[in-house]
């Protein structure tokens, strides 16, 4: 089952925030972050296990609300090189098999 | 260089025709993941290999088949192409086939197939 990324675009000013969404209809064993620059291949940020845990890559974060079946980006005081699309990946409970099944993806542009 | 190698960069070739992309993972990576992205689909899953045996398959065609060598390198095998195969092929290696663990998804750089 695909995750549902929101939004699917955004605009932001270096210095800025932003937040992007990831949800499933189904129940998350972990959920993935990755970031694609133009032309280039998914770079991995970060995994979050079922539990709530929230994790931190320099000025960007993600939690995961379990019983909500979503998680969520957070980029703070973006910098130029936030810029590229960020995809979500997800792994569902049960599933019997540990396939990773990405998002559309968020395409975010910083400019100056 | 994310240590996983993917050949060719590039290819162009004819409808009808029956191409191989070749994978070798990061050193020490024991599994390897296909994927293909097409610029309305998104990251589409294709399938899993870990330690040379098929782990998850995801939307794969019946015309393209894949395997993992003893060596751990990985080809992936697209036959009676057609114009809609057109897309970038990734190739992304991890140490074991589950996430359950901190380790996420090391992507090669991808084969761009053109089918004209």
């Known amino acids: 089952q695909q995750p549902v990324q929101s939004p699917q675009a955004v605009i932001l000013r270096e210095g800025e925030d932003a937040v992007i969404n990831c949800s499933s209809s189904k129940a998350l064993y972990s959920v993935h972050w990755y970031r694609q620059k133009h032309g280039e291949a998914p770079v991995f940020l970060m995994i979050?296990?079922?539990?709530?845990e929230q994790k931190g890559h320099d000025k960007i974060s993600a939690s995961f609300n379990e019983k909500k079946q979503q998680s969520s980006l957070y980029l703070t005081a973006s910098q130029l090189s936030y810029s590229g699309t960020y995809f979500c990946?997800?792994?569902?409970?049960?599933?019997?098999?540990?396939?990773?099944?990405f998002g559309k993806g968020t395409k975010l542009s910083v400019i100056p | 260089d994310s240590g996983v190698t993917q050949t060719p960069k590039h290819l162009i070739t004819a409808t009808g025709q029956r191409v191989t992309l070749r994978c070798s993972p990061r050193s020490g990576d024991l599994s390897v993941y296909w994927y293909q992205q097409s610029l309305d689909q998104g990251l589409q899953f294709l399938i899993q290999y870990y330690n040379g045996e098929e782990r998850a398959k995801g939307n794969i065609l019946e015309r393209f088949s894949a395997q993992q060598f003893p060596d751990l390198h990985s080809e992936l095998n697209l036959s009676s192409l057609e114009l809609g195969d057109s897309a970038l092929y990734f190739c992304?290696?991890?140490?074991?086939?589950?996430?359950?663990?901190?380790?996420?998804?090391?992507f090669g750089s991808g084969t761009r197939l053109t089918v004209v």
């Open positions: 992304a290696s991890s140490p074991r086939p589950w996430t359950g663990d901190h380790y996420g998804y090391t």
């Open positions: 990946g997800t792994v569902n409970s049960g599933a019997g098999s540990y396939q990773l099944t």
């Open positions: 979050l296990l079922k539990g709530g």
